[in-house]
Nanobody, 123 residues
């Protein structure tokens, strides 16, 4: 499976962005998906996950209430809606997939990754 992420960019604090992560190669309806982000000099951080059928989601505290992860398995796409963006959300964002019903908060739990996409939030 290959993941193609899109939707990053530059936004002012308080603004919104929507990421799309589209899978190709096969259906990824059997795979859970996680979103991570990384700033220079720090480890890649898990921020959100969605189960393979989309019924369950999880967010770390720093994005809870502002970010929403969703998926459309008919379109082989997972989305991350980011609202009320803050300067500290500035990072390179990654989507990743793993076979199984639920996400993992560990990078090693994922077998394929999308390319990183830069988000810059100006204050």
């Amino acid at each position: 499976v290959q993941l193609q992420a899109s939707g990053g960019g530059l936004v002012q604090a308080g603004g919104s962005l929507r990421f799309s992560c589209a899978a190709s190669g096969r259906s990824f309806s059997s795979d859970a998906v996680g979103w991570f982000r990384q700033v220079p000099g720090k480890e890649r951080e898990f921020i959100a996950g969605i189960s393979r059928n989309g019924d369950y989601t999880y967010y770390v505290d720093s994005v809870k209430g502002r970010f929403t992860i969703s998926r459309d398995n008919a379109k082989n796409t997972v989305y991350l809606q980011m609202n009320s963006l803050k300067a500290e959300d500035t990072a390179v964002y990654y989507c990743a997939g793993r076979t199984g019903p639920y996400w993992s908060d560990n990078m090693a739990g994922y077998s394929y990754w999308g390319q990183g996409t830069q988000v810059t939030v100006s204050s």
